[in-house]
Nanobody, 124 residues
Framework: EVQLVESGGGLVQAGGSLRLSCAAS????????IGWFRQAPGKEREGVSC????????YYADSVKGRFTISSDNAKNTVYLQMNSLKPEDTAVYYC?????????????????WGQGTQVTVSS
């Protein structure tokens, strides 16, 4: 059974930091890209960052470049999203998802497996 389990969300003040984790199981981790997506109330789901588990290539949305860093621990089948300098507009439910080699970076419709999401709230 494929499982993606996010953790690390919470409430933080603007300018603060959080680290999200995504623990994956039930599929060959090295064959997939893992992406982080977020959805705020009333808004469409958007891609935040993704990483290829095979070669470590990373991608970021313009809105988070320089503030967020994605990394992967293949031995633990876990992907992390370090979020620094958080802003109120980063408030959303954050999801991790797995997509095969055909998945376009940050295109949520290309990702096959999804976690349940973790809430990130940034207060001003």
């Amino acid at each position: 059974e494929v499982q993606l389990v996010e953790s690390g969300g919470g409430l933080v003040q603007a300018g603060g930091s959080l680290r999200l984790s995504c623990a994956a199981s039930g599929f060959t981790f090295d064959d997939y890209a893992i992406g982080w997506f977020r959805q705020a109330p009333g808004k469409e789901r958007e891609g935040v960052s993704c990483i290829s588990s095979s070669d470590g290539s990373t991608y970021y949305a313009d809105s988070v470049k320089g503030r967020f860093t994605i990394s992967s621990d293949n031995a633990k089948n876990t992907v992390y999203l370090q979020m620094n300098s958080l802003k109120p507009e980063d408030t959303a439910v954050y999801y991790c998802a797995a997509g095969d080699e055909t998945a376009r970076p940050l295109y949520y419709s290309d990702y096959d497996y999804w976690g349940q999401g973790t809430q990130v709230t940034v207060s001003s």
